[in-house]
């Protein structure tokens, strides 16, 4: 994908020009199922909520503060060809900017200019290449930022509100290479920023995370301590989270719209997954859909079928199918930067074998009753004993542990944590205690690795466990299950906004057997 692509994909105006209009329906429009078009709060909210969460920033960092964010840089992938272009979190969470080359600047203490967005000017030579750079109009009708101001000019704003970061631009904008002076910044803004820089000033900054991603930040954050080690500097990357955490119903609306698109690449996958095709084809199915509804990938598909099942993250998906297996397919769609976050496993087949259905049955019971305490006021750890309170004396009934309160024996083969927030990351911000607006994942599994005994610890205690669980252990060997579902946390009883993705076993299989049939007289749309 081209690096303009990838802009485009969480660009609202240009995605606004290609809204998803709804496909013709193939002839037995109630079997085949397509995702709507996308909400109408996708653009028509889009200004209110950023300006909330800007004056939300501004409260938190106050009249003494000044927040600085960048834009992601664009990563190469080979040559003079890049990965597709996905903007950093938090620079989009306050902008819903998509390029790179930006900055963000709020300056609460301002008389007037208080939002300042710095993009890079046009240039026709780059563009030929890479595609239309936003122009000051386009990016204020996507941002609600007024002010938006020349790229060039960042490195003279931060030298008025900070003059002690002047040398690290100097060193920046000299020698070979160096660019052309920039624009001045306007006067009365001059003026503003010096009283401004006359004060208690407190930077704010993400100086936490990879450096892979903020090395800029980190380095800059570094050079200026040093240069001035009286000035604050703190990390604004807590604050943003703890704001993510709870969405707006607008956000909620666009988490909807990426289950829609997921829950039918599901369908799809449902449909055709049978034993001798490769993994990849169901893969392809999946982003056939999220592309074709103007949606991406919220993170690479798993698609293990099999003895794959048994690995968390497997992305390699080139085995065949095989008569039999289960596929375990943890995929979904990001829409507009917002990711779902769903996995089913199903029987190729149609129909779980004994041993199968008994551990999926399990599962099932365990996400249910996860699932039921995610409501306002609890925190993970009451889904997670909601959970092992189910797996363990269902595991102990199949001969798999010896002691059904006994987490370590449970751990052995549910191995993995069970709900994460989702947002913008599909791993995104949401830990402690459930607040209505939260949208988190429910995600038992349990996995039966051909060398799962072999990597239990050599102690008396799991000498005798090994030898107890070994007979029921072979009887489900190289089965994995794993259900996934993402649910609203609201002032009351949770809603699982994935639920229209057959979860049940009964349902499932009947999905399949409706969706082969369908196949036959009614192609997919």
């Not at 664009?74 to 996905?86: A, E, I, L, Q, T």
Request: net charge negative.
């Amino acid at each position: 994908m081209s690096p303009r692509m990838g802009r485009l994909l969480r660009n609202p105006v240009v995605c606004a020009i290609v809204l998803c209009a709804p496909v013709a329906l193939a002839a037995d429009a109630d079997i085949w199922k397509i995702a709507p078009s996308p909400p109408a709060s996708w653009q028509s909210g889009r200004i209110a909520d950023l300006a909330r969460r800007r004056q939300a920033v501004a409260a938190e960092i106050g009249p003494n503060g000044i927040l600085i964010l960048h834009a992601a840089e664009p990563r190469n992938y080979s040559g003079d060809v890049d990965w597709p272009f996905r903007q950093e979190n938090d620079f989009y969470y306050l902008t819903a900017i998509g390029q790179s080359g930006g900055t963000l600047a709020l300056i609460p203490g301002a008389e007037t200019v208080r939002e300042i967005l710095f993009l890079p000017p046009s240039n026709p030579a780059q563009e030929t290449w890479t595609g239309h750079l936003l122009t000051a109009a386009e990016a204020r009708a996507i941002s609600g930022i007024a002010e938006v101001w020349d790229a060039r000019q960042y490195p003279k704003f931060l030298e008025a509100a900070i003059p002690a970061s002047k040398p690290i631009f100097d060193e920046a904008t000299s020698g070979p290479g160096a660019q052309e002076e920039p624009p001045p910044i306007p006067a009365g803004e001059a003026r503003e920023l010096g009283a401004i820089a006359a004060g208690n000033v407190t930077l704010y900054m993400i100086t936490s995370g990879s450096a892979a991603e903020y090395g800029r930040e980190l380095e800059f954050a570094h050079k200026l301590g040093a240069l001035a080690p009286s000035l604050a500097i703190k990390d604004i990357a807590p604050a943003l989270a703890k704001m993510r955490t709870a969405k707006s119903a607008r956000e909620i609306d666009l988490l909807k719209q990426a289950v829609a698109i997921t829950a039918e690449g599901f369908q799809r996958a449902f449909a055709l997954a049978a034993a001798g095709k490769p993994e990849y084809e169901i893969q392809a199915q999946f982003e056939l859909t999220f592309l074709r509804r103007n949606a991406h990938w919220g993170y690479p598909c798993i698609i293990g079928a099999g003895a794959n099942a048994t690995t968390l993250h497997y992305e390699t998906n080139r085995d065949t199918i095989e008569a039999g297996d289960l596929l375990l397919m943890d995929a979904a769609a990001e829409f507009d930067g917002y990711s779902a976050d769903v996995t089913r496993t199903i029987p190729v087949s149609g129909k779980y074998s004994r041993p199968q259905a008994e551990i999926y049955r399990l599962v099932w019971q365990a996400q249910r009753a996860g699932i039921a305490q995610l409501v306002a006021g609890h925190t993970g750890a009451a889904a997670v004993r909601a959970v092992n309170r189910v797996l363990g004396p269902g595991l102990l009934r199949l001969g798999l542990v010896t002691d059904a309160d006994n987490a370590q024996q449970i751990r052995v083969w549910a191995i993995h944590g069970i709900s994460h927030g989702i947002g913008l990351n599909v791993h995104d911000s949401g830990a402690g205690e459930l607040a209505p607006g939260m949208v988190v994942t429910m995600e038992p599994g349990l996995y039966f690795r051909a060398d799962a005994l072999e990597r239990v610890p050599r102690t008396p205690e799991y000498e005798k466990f090994i030898a107890a669980v070994r007979p029921a252990f072979e009887r489900y060997k190289n089965i994995g299950v794993r259900i996934e579902d993402d649910v609203l946390v609201t002032g009351g009883k949770p809603q699982v906004i994935s639920a229209a993705i057959p979860s049940r076993l009964e349902e499932v299989e009947a999905a399949i057997a409706r969706l082969h049939k369908a196949l036959k007289s009614s192609p997919l749309p």
